[in-house]
C-alpha cells in the first residue's frame, strides 16, 4: 500500500458488487479512502437531506464521476435512493432509501408525551400523542413510551433491529453530556434519573436526550423558519418558558447545557414564586397557568393557549389584551437577549405564536424599547413547524447522532 497521502477524488474504481461494503480496512488503504469518501457522501445527505449529486461533489469536494460510484454502490446496499429532482432543474437527488432505517423521536412535555417513528429522510411514518399527569415519573413515561414504540412498530411492520436511533426531549435542562437533567427545579420525579441509559435499555436503541427548546431550535433552523440564518433563538411558550439558541449555524449549549433558560429571568424580585424557587421569573408572567389565570379575571374561560389565541383572533376585547401584554412581557425579556447576544431572527414556539401580530407587534415594540437603540435588524416570527418543531428536533438530532452502516 502506498503511504502516501489520499486524494479526495483518487478512488474511482467501480463498486466490487451490490450488497457488500468491507467493514474494515487498514489506515491508509484504498479500501479505507473509499470508506472514507463513502462516509463524507452519506454525511451530507444526513445534513443536507436530499440534494443533487453535483451539491455532494461540491460540499465535499469529491470528484464527481467518484460522487456518482459511491451513490451506486449505495443505492445497491438500499442506504441511499435517487429520485427525479422535482425542482425542475437539471439531474436527480439523492436521499437515504426509505427502507434503510428507522428513527424514533419522543416530546415529553409537562402534561403529554408524544412518540413518532420515521424514516430516514424524517417522514413521520407513525404517531401517538397521549397525556401525561401532572408530576410524572421518567420511569412511567418511559415505559409507556415503549408500549408505543413498539406498537408503532408492529402497526407499520418493522422489526426492532431497524430503528437505529432515538432522540427524547424534556422540558428541562439537560447535562452537558445529553444524559440526565441538569437541575432538580424542573421535572423533580425526573431528576437524578440516567434518562439516556434508561430509555435506551426500554428502547433497545441508543439514545440522545436533549432539552425541548435546544430541539426546537434545531429543527425550525434546518427545516423552518430559521432555514438559512446563522444566529436566532427559538423561544418556547407553553407550561414552561425556554430559548434555544443557535449561534454561528450551531446550536449553543453553553457550560452545562443549561444555555437559553430564559424562563427563569428575574423580572420582578417582588411578584409570585416560581417553581424554580425564584421569585418574578419571565415564566410566572407568561407560562400557560398564567394566560389561563388572566383571561378568567377578565371573565372568560378558556382551556388551553389555543383557545385564547382563538378568541383573541374572533376579536374578544379581554383575550386581546392578555395575548398582547403576554407579548409584551415577552418582548422585554427578547430585549436582554437581544442585548447580549443580538440574534438576526427569533421565532415564537408554542400556541402564542399562532396568535401572528397580536403578540408579535405587541413583543416586537417592547424590544424596541428596552433593547440597545432598538434592534432595526431583528426579525420576529412565528414557529413553522408548530406543534411538531419539538418532536422533528427529537428526529434531527437521532438521525445526525445515528450510525450508519456505511
Ligand atoms: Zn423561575
Not at 436566532?232 to 407553553?238: E, G, H
Request: glycine share 12%; with cysteine; hydrophobic share 40%.
Amino acid at each position: 500500500m502506498t503511504s502516501s497521502p489520499p486524494a479526495p477524488d483518487s478512488d474511482l474504481q467501480s463498486p466490487s458488487g451490490g450488497g457488500h461494503l468491507p467493514d474494515t480496512a487498514a489506515p491508509g488503504s484504498q479500501a479505507a479512502l473509499r470508506r472514507a469518501n463513502r462516509r463524507r457522501v452519506v454525511d451530507t445527505v444526513r445534513s443536507q437531506g436530499a440534494v443533487t449529486q453535483a451539491r455532494i461533489a461540491r460540499e465535499t469536494a469529491l470528484a464527481p464521476s467518484t460522487v456518482s460510484s459511491i451513490v451506486k454502490e449505495l443505492t445497491a446496499c438500499d442506504l441511499l435512493a435517487v429520485e427525479p429532482d422535482h425542482g425542475g432543474r437539471r439531474g436527480q437527488r439523492v436521499r437515504f432509501s426509505a427502507s434503510a432505517g428507522y428513527l424514533v423521536g419522543v416530546d415529553v412535555g409537562h402534561r403529554h408525551v408524544e412518540v413518532a417513528l420515521a424514516d430516514l429522510n424524517l417522514e413521520i411514518r407513525a404517531r401517538r400523542r397521549s397525556e401525561l399527569p401532572a408530576g410524572h415519573r421518567a420511569q412511567d413515561v418511559l415505559a409507556e413510551v415503549r408500549e408505543t414504540c413498539s406498537d408503532l412498530r408492529a402497526s407499520l411492520g418493522i422489526a426492532p433491529d431497524r430503528v437505529l436511533h432515538a432522540g427524547l426531549t424534556l422540558p428541562a435542562p439537560v447535562d452537558a453530556q445529553r444524559r440526565a437533567l441538569d437541575s432538580d427545579a424542573i421535572l423533580p420525579r425526573w431528576a437524578g434519573t440516567d434518562v439516556r441509559a434508561l430509555a435506551a435499555r426500554l428502547l433497545d436503541c441508543p439514545v440522545v436526550v436533549e432539552n425541548d427548546a435546544n430541539a426546537g431550535a434545531v429543527s425550525e433552523h434546518a427545516l423552518g423558519a430559521g432555514r438559512g440564518v446563522a444566529d436566532m433563538a427559538y423561544l418556547k411558550v407553553a407550561h414552561g418558558v425556554g430559548a434555544g439558541l443557535i449561534l454561528g449555524g450551531r446550536l449553543y449549549r453553553g457550560a452545562s447545557g443549561s444555555a437559553g433558560e430564559i424562563g427563569h429571568i428575574t423580572l420582578d424580585e417582588g411578584a409570585g414564586l416560581c417553581r424554580c424557587g425564584n421569585r418574578g421569573c419571565l415564566e410566572t408572567f407568561v407560562c400557560a397557568p398564567a394566560v389561563l389565570d388572566l383571561v378568567r379575571t377578565s371573565g372568560q374561560h378558556a382551556g388551553t393557549v389555543a383557545d385564547v389565541v382563538a378568541t383573541a383572533l374572533q376579536g374578544d376585547p379581554g383575550c386581546r389584551r392578555v395575548v398582547a401584554d403576554t407579548g409584551r412581557v415577552l418582548g422585554s425579556a427578547v430585549a436582554q437577549l437581544c442585548n447580549l447576544l443580538n440574534p438576526e431572527l427569533v421565532v415564537l414556539g408554542g400556541e402564542l405564536g399562532q396568535a401572528g401580530d397580536l403578540v408579535l407587534d405587541p413583543m416586537m415594540e417592547a424590544v424596541d424599547r428596552y433593547s440597545l437603540h432598538g434592534d432595526t435588524r431583528l426579525r420576529i416570527v412565528p414557529s413553522e413547524l408548530g406543534a411538531g418543531a419539538h418532536l422533528m428536533g427529537a428526529l434531527i438530532l437521532a438521525r445526525s447522532e445515528s450510525s450508519l452502516p456505511v
